[in-house]
């Protein structure tokens, strides 16, 4: 009886085999799923990943790599690890920088103002020009401009034909009136509109700044456009385009190209008289001369001064004095 009353409790506890092998399972799997969770690095910024190998320590702070050695020279890590590790690193950045400009290419073709803008600011960064010729001129000078427009510079479809075959790019330079907004510059405003040739400085006209007026247009023009020479010639001035590019194709080679009707006259030091010189002692005794330069009219530099008049446009007023003496002793 009594081995009878154990076998009937011990049956009231056995669980059946079916159910028994379903609760393993079970087990297997929670295990298998914690266990991952517990050995999957998370990749946040700041969070340190460590490893081992060998008898060195890897720790790695948003995939920068330090080694921390903590073994003698028989556990070093092997070259082809570190080339992995290295790899590992370029591929990531690589990665970032790829999806970084697919968001940007994204959001260029979603924005077509913005798109046909990065055209054009690409294809003036590609294109190389033969030269860039800035006319000189002034809010007065309507006349001026419309006789240049009818004799040798080309118009509309002509003129972009001139840039796109030859390499020839011809703008008149001016900057802006002392009263921002006003009269002058609307005019100039309006007459843009139409023709489409102007280049605006950022600079105040005035008859005693053309020096500085002509430092700002090559600072501006190198920047604007990649060319072999930077050409300043006055609105009066009517251009022979072939010749003055025959005669710049001569000097294509050379470095630092300065060329025009080159002159040297006296330093004006007596006060009342026409281009008087107020800083006549800069340039030595009294009857000493200016040092030879081209006249104001028309002349041409490489792209290697103009260059270096962007660079220093700030630091350079014994170039803008130089300059004075170009405009008012032509």
């Known amino acids: 009886m009594f ?25 297997f799997c929670a295990g298998m799923f914690f266990s991952n969770r517990t050995w999957m690095v998370p990749d946040a910024k700041g969070i340190p990943w460590t490893s081992r190998i060998g008898g060195k320590q890897f720790v790695d702070y948003d995939r920068n790599i330090v080694v921390k050695n903590e073994g003698n020279s028989s556990g070093d890590i092997s070259g082809s690890q570190h080339s992995i590790l290295t790899m590992d690193k370029a591929i990531s950045d690589l990665e970032i920088k790829l999806m970084a400009s697919r968001a940007e290419h994204e959001t260029i073709q979603k924005d077509p103002t913005m798109s046909e803008g990065v055209k054009n600011i690409e294809s003036i960064l590609k294109r ?16 001026r401009r419309d006789s ?20 020839i790019i011809i703008r008149f330079v001016i900057g802006h009136s002392s009263t921002s907004g006003g009269i002058l510059d609307k005019a100039i405003e309006a007459e843009e509109k139409v023709h489409g040739d102007f280049l605006r400085l950022q600079h105040v006209e ?19 456009w990649d060319a072999e020479f930077y050409v ?15 005669a710049l194709a001569r000097h294509r080679k050379k470095p630092r190209v300065y060329i025009g009707c080159m002159k040297s006259g006296p330093v004006l030091a007596r006060k009342g008289v026409k281009y008087h010189e107020p800083e006549y002692w800069k340039f030595g005794e009294v009857g000493n001369k200016y040092f ?19 660079i220093n446009q700030k630091l350079v007023q014994l170039l803008n004095e130089a300059l004075v003496l170009v405009e008012f002793t032509a």
């Open 3 to 27: 081995v009878k009353s154990r076998g009937e409790h011990a049956s009231k506890h056995v669980l059946p085999k079916n159910l028994a092998l379903l609760l393993c399972f079970a087990s």
């Open 128 to 143: 190389n020009y033969f030269m860039v010729i800035g006319i000189n001129t002034a809010f007065s000078s309507r006349k």
């Open 148 to 167: 240049v427009r009818a004799t040798w510079m080309p118009q509309a479809e002509k003129r972009k034909k001139l840039e796109e075959e030859k390499g």
């Open 206 to 224: 005035g008859y005693l700044e053309l020096s500085a007026k002509t430092k700002t247009y090559f600072a501006t023009a190198v920047s604007w």
């Open 232 to 246: 300043k010639v006055d609105d009066d001035i009517h251009v022979n385009l072939a010749t003055l590019g025959v």
């Open 292 to 310: 030879r330069h081209a006249t104001g009219q028309l002349y041409a530099i490489s792209k290697d001064l103009a260059t270096y008049i962007f």
